[in-house]
């Protein structure tokens, strides 16, 4: 349990500055959350919007892990697949990606399956 609020803490922190800023100063989050990688549009609002219901979710994880424990499924599935269909490529062709927010995907989609409590997810009381 103490590990499942660690994880919520952590979400808070970073998902909640990756939201304030994408939402707020697209700019800022283009150069220091996408590195500059991708040029500056509406879709970081987007992701700003995405990692700020991330935010809030966690904030309730905090008085309920077990029952939010979807949102960190649902990282993991979307971490994840950045992972393998943006980074890989983007790696095996020379291509520019922010090499900080895949580090920290690579971190999160290592941790997670170690936290998640899976039979409540998957399995009835």
Same mark, same amino acid.
């Given at each position: 349990?103490?590990?499942?609020?660690?994880?919520?803490?952590?979400?808070?922190?970073?998902?909640?500055?990756? #939201? *304030?800023?994408? =939402? @707020?100063? &697209?700019? %800022?989050?283009?150069?220091?959350?996408?590195?500059?990688?991708?040029?500056?549009?509406?879709?970081?609002?987007?992701?700003?919007?995405?990692?700020?219901?991330?935010?809030?979710? #966690? *904030?309730?994880? =905090? @008085?309920? &892990?077990? %029952?939010?424990?979807?949102?960190?499924?649902?990282?993991?599935?979307?971490?994840?697949?950045?992972?393998?269909?943006?980074?890989?490529?983007?790696?095996?062709?020379?291509?520019?990606?922010?090499?900080?927010?895949?580090?920290?995907?690579?971190?999160?989609?290592?941790?997670?399956?170690?936290?998640?409590?899976?039979?409540?997810?998957?399995?009835?009381?």
């Amino acid at each position: 349990m103490i590990a499942l609020k660690i994880v919520y803490v952590a979400n808070i922190l970073v998902a909640g500055w990756i #939201s *304030i800023t994408s =939402l @707020f100063n &697209p700019q %800022k989050a283009s150069h220091t959350v996408f590195e500059n990688a991708y040029p500056t549009t509406e879709v970081i609002r987007l992701v700003g919007c995405l990692w700020g219901g991330i935010f809030l979710l #966690s *904030i309730v994880g =905090l @008085f309920h &892990p077990k %029952k939010m424990a979807l949102i960190l499924l649902f990282q993991l599935l979307y971490k994840g697949s950045w992972l393998v269909f943006v980074m890989l490529p983007a790696i095996w062709n020379k291509e520019p990606y922010p090499s900080g927010m895949g580090s920290f995907f690579i971190i999160w989609c290592s941790v997670l399956p170690f936290v998640i409590p899976w039979k409540d997810i998957f399995l009835e009381p």
